[in-house]
């Protein structure tokens, strides 16, 4: 059982391969084209050339992965009953031929070979329409399922298969999310068919208002050039920050970083974070994000001259555990609600811990359940994380009156070091009563670091109002008795 495919090339029969015509002209088994509507087909049907089509099945799937895999059995299916079978399809069968790919897959289970014949792909006229040597750099695209993650703007891109106004729109809308809207790219209809050919250069953002997109249209996007366009990329942005580390001619603050020396910042920038999303406003928090994602940039590129990792590690080493802990995304598990989520994504990580454990067999000291509790964060974190953990061994209050009491035990230790002046007493009851109130805060299910930055906000707002009334007063704070400066902050609490 044989199925041989062939290309009929890019245009009308003259880009047809001599071997493909022989081959149709020839057979005496079926003939079956992917589709009728291909610029060399009426030169099959005035030389008598039996076919048919699949031209069909188009019309019975909304897309095209169940298409060509109808297409691929219906393919192995005639070639079980007639013996041999010859697939005609548009091009080259091996260049961007999803039909034939998927029959490749399948043929081999069945018994049946597949000989894949010549074709001339779309690929050289469209070269020659623009002017491009593919060697420069060329990335060859479905329309049909573009994604923004396979966009490259550095180098020349062709998408294919833009066959239809609503596919256009949909290559523009996510080619502006990396390339800017005015970027010129080039629309090519029917290149290689005389006659017929449209090669039309057009702003992005009119992709899709074009008239002459249809089956053999595809677009070509030119690479970007300055700065301005090419920085949506992300790898671009690494690409800055390590020629910002460059030993010839980087920046001297930037070389002089190390890992160590980046922690404060690391700190500081995820506190930005935190403030810019409880001001609930978006663009703030969008250069905040920017600046916390140039720390890790900074330490993979550190790490990297280090050669102890590399920024695709650590993307590579993320993506892993992710679809590892979301086993009810990826996998084969469900998860109904956001609390049995959590549930496997701590199960997840507790085997982690457990092969990782492994690796220090023989040793029988018992670890620590705060081994890996992160001590390098503030120590409200701390606190909260260590609590948790205790907690989860049955370390923890019984009901939240008993943390009250316990609250009010800690005030009356601290006013008696108060009392007594003894700093080295009030520095550990004072720790003491921060430790209750995150225990507190933890019973009440509300994170301290929220709570303390919300109060911290709320403090600053209301200072400024009593701020302004000075102002406006024409006295200074100094003029103010503490009774007028506290009617002035109920003032602002109102």
């Known amino acids: 059982?044989?199925?041989?495919?062939?290309?009929?090339?890019?245009?009308?029969?003259?880009?047809?391969?001599?071997?493909?015509?022989?081959?149709?002209?020839?057979?005496?088994?079926?003939?079956?084209?992917?589709?009728?509507?291909?610029?060399?087909?009426?030169?099959l049907t005035e030389a008598g050339i039996s076919f048919t089509t699949f031209d069909h099945l188009y019309e019975q799937h909304g897309?095209?992965?169940?298409?060509?895999?109808?297409?691929?059995?219906?393919?192995?299916?005639?070639?079980t009953q007639h013996k041999k079978v010859i697939y005609a399809v548009p091009g080259h069968p091996r260049v961007a031929e999803q039909s034939v790919e998927l029959l490749l897959k399948k043929a081999t289970a069945c018994g049946v070979?597949?000989?894949?014949?010549?074709?001339?792909?779309?690929?050289?006229?469209?070269?020659?329409?623009?002017?491009?040597?593919?060697?420069?750099?060329?990335?060859?695209?479905?329309?049909?399922?573009?994604?923004?993650?396979?966009?490259?703007?550095?180098?020349?891109?062709?998408?294919?298969?833009?066959?239809?106004?609503?596919?256009?729109?949909?290559v523009k809308l996510t080619?502006?999310?990396?390339?800017?809207?005015?970027?010129?790219?080039?629309?090519?209809?029917?290149?290689g068919v005389a006659g017929e050919e449209s090669v039309t250069s057009v702003p992005l953002y009119e992709l899709d208002r074009l008239t002459e997109i249809h089956h053999l249209t595809t677009v070509y996007v030119p690479p970007v050039q300055n700065l301005s366009e090419k920085a949506r990329h992300p790898l671009y942005l690494a690409d800055i920050v390590a020629r910002l580390r460059h030993p010839l001619d980087g920046c001297p603050w930037d070389l002089a970083q190390t890992h160590e020396t980046l922690i404060p910042y690391a700190t500081e920038e995820a506190y930005e974070v935190a403030q810019a999303v409880l001001e609930d406003d978006p663009a703030h928090l969008q250069e905040e994000l920017g600046d916390l994602l140039l720390q890790v940039l900074l330490h993979a590129q550190i790490a990297a001259e280090n050669g102890d990792f590399t920024l695709q590690d650590v993307f590579?080493?993320?993506?892993?555990?992710?679809?590892?802990?979301?086993?009810?995304?990826?996998?084969?598990?469900?998860?109904?609600?956001?609390?049995?989520?959590?549930?496997?994504?701590?199960?997840?990580?507790a085997e982690e811990k457990q092969r990782d454990s492994l690796s220090l067999e023989g040793d029988e000291t018992p670890l620590s359940l705060m081994s890996d509790v992160q001590t390098g964060q503030d120590a409200l974190n701390y606190a909260f994380?260590?609590?948790?953990?205790?907690?989860?061994?049955?370390?923890?209050w019984n009901c939240i009156e008993d943390v009250l009491e316990k609250l009010r035990e800690e005030i009356i230790e601290f006013e008696e070091a108060l009392n007594q002046n003894d700093s080295k007493a009030l520095t550990e009851e004072l720790g003491d009563l921060f430790f209750t109130l995150v225990n507190l805060s933890r019973w009440l299910k509300m994170h301290p670091e929220m709570v303390l930055r919300k109060a911290v906000i709320k403090f600053v707002r209301r200072f400024e109002r009593v701020e302004q009334a000075v102002h406006e007063s024409g006295r200074t704070w100094q003029?103010?008795?503490l009774d007028e400066l506290d009617q002035l902050w109920q003032n602002a609490k109102l």
């Open 1 to 43: 059982m044989l199925i041989e495919v062939v290309g009929l090339g890019p245009g009308d029969e003259s880009t047809m391969p001599l071997s493909t015509w022989k081959t149709l002209q020839e057979s005496r088994s079926p003939i079956i084209l992917r589709t009728k509507i291909h610029p060399s087909v009426p030169a």
């Open 63 to 79: 897309d095209f992965e169940t298409l060509y895999e109808q297409m691929a059995e219906e393919l192995l299916r005639l070639a």
């Open 113 to 170: 070979d597949v000989h894949v014949g010549a074709g001339q792909s779309f690929l050289d006229p469209l070269c020659t329409a623009i002017g491009l040597d593919p060697i420069a750099g060329l990335l060859l695209l479905d329309g049909t399922q573009l994604h923004i993650t396979e966009l490259q703007p550095g180098v020349h891109t062709l998408i294919a298969q833009v066959y239809s106004p609503a596919v256009a729109s949909d």
């Open 175 to 191: 080619l502006m999310e990396v390339y800017p809207d005015e970027h010129e790219v080039t629309v090519l209809s029917a290149v």
């Open 316 to 349: 590579f080493g993320l993506a892993e555990k992710l679809v590892r802990r979301h086993p009810h995304v990826f996998g084969q598990q469900s998860a109904s609600n956001a609390e049995e989520a959590e549930a496997m994504w701590k199960s997840a990580k």
């Open 385 to 396: 994380d260590v609590q948790k953990r205790a907690a989860k061994v049955g370390f923890e």
């Open 479 to 481: 003029e103010y008795r």
